[in-house]
């Protein structure tokens, strides 16, 4: 079943012994697997890891750990991260299962509405889905806010808006940045301290969101001699290569919804008004330009090809700025040839 919009933290803080599948997806992932996290939390319970691919290879699987008592007699959640429609099967047999000793949390980025997990996840008494889309405004500054408590800092709200808009609102980001700034500062749960722009110049991130999103107009407008000369700008390291990923998600997101409804007839100039003060005016005619050389079809793959890239990033133990490189590149060249 879909949890209801503003419960889903009464449902994972006090959560039903009934739920076997908690399906958290959407295209913030850093905010789903915070989500997981404050279930195991909750339930007192350890991780137990299965990877999506010996799911789709042995669909009894999930089944069968999620009736198994745990060997050291604590409580566990099985933890699939990154999950998608290859559980699918799996899924709907534990669903059905006679028993089920152990809930099982599934990671999933931005699913479509087509997606058989999805429908599965929302249709079930037995399981609860939600998702997560990254905060904007005030939601934001809250949730930096929030997240930055558990690291013991006490942030005002102008601190707050500052990290927020250099994250990009992604959790996950902004859970890294709070971390090393909590270090910095010398704050714990135990022992908080206020952090202020000081502290935020000295160990803020680098490369801040206009950069990233910079980077992936450039590619959706088809500029791949500017793309080859940004990309040779990102540390080696290929810390950036998962915020430039995201950036470029977030505009696909927002550029969808807008394709939709030109394609449903609306005037191209009646989308562009409809937007009034929510797009900053210096960013109208490039996304003008997009809403005229993408259409829906396009847009969707180049997002299943955008998460599909950042959950590989996420496995790799170093994100590598070659892999952001190729698929930039290859979404370049198919911009230039729609121009």
């Not at 691919?53 to 999930?62: C, K």
């Not at 249709?123 to 998702?131: E, I, M, Q, T, V």
């Not at 590598?320 to 121009?339: C, I, M, P, Q, S």
Request: hydrophobic share 45%; glycine share 8%.
């Amino acid at each position: 079943m879909k949890a209801a919009r503003g419960s889903i933290g009464r449902s994972l803080d006090q959560p039903d012994s009934a739920i076997r599948l908690y399906l958290l997806h959407g295209p913030d992932e850093g905010q789903s697997r915070a989500l997981g996290e404050r279930l195991l939390k909750s339930l007192g319970a350890g991780r137990f890891v299965v990877l999506a691919g010996n799911i789709r290879s042995d669909p009894a699987i999930l089944a069968d750990e999620a009736a198994a008592m745990s060997l050291f007699g604590g409580a566990r959640v099985i933890w699939i991260d990154p999950a998608g429609d290859e559980i699918a099967e799996s899924a709907e047999a534990l669903l059905e299962a006679a028993a089920c000793e152990s809930p099982v949390v599934a990671i999933a980025g931005a699913l479509r509405k087509s997606s058989t997990l999805f429908k599965l996840a929302e249709a079930h008494p037995l399981a609860l889905a939600h998702a997560s889309y990254l905060p904007e405004g005030r939601d934001a500054e809250r949730m930096v806010i929030e997240v930055g408590r558990t690291f013991g800092l006490r942030i005002s709200q102008g601190v707050a808006a500052r990290i927020a808009d250099g994250c990009g609102a992604d959790q996950a980001m902004v859970a890294q940045e709070l971390a090393k700034l909590a270090l910095y500062v010398d704050a714990s749960p135990e022992s908080p301290k206020e952090l202020d722009h000081d502290a935020v110049d000295a160990v803020g991130a680098v490369m801040p969101e206009g950069d990233f999103l910079r980077l992936a107009d450039l590619a959706l407008t088809g500029r791949m001699a500017d793309v080859a000369d940004e990309l040779a700008k990102l540390p080696a390291g290929g810390t950036e290569a998962i915020p430039v990923i995201r950036a470029l998600q977030r505009r696909l997101l927002m550029l969808a919804p807008l394709r939709a409804k030109i394609e449903r007839g609306e005037r191209p100039d009646a989308v562009m008004t409809s937007l009034g003060k929510a797009l900053f005016w210096k960013d109208k005619p490039l996304v003008g330009q997009l809403l005229t050389s993408w259409d829906a079809k396009a847009l969707e793959t180049a997002a299943e090809r955008a998460g599909k890239l950042e959950r590989q990033l996420m496995l790799t133990p170093v994100p590598t700025v070659e892999a952001l490189g190729e698929e930039l590149t290859a979404l370049a060249r198919v911009a230039a040839r729609r121009r």
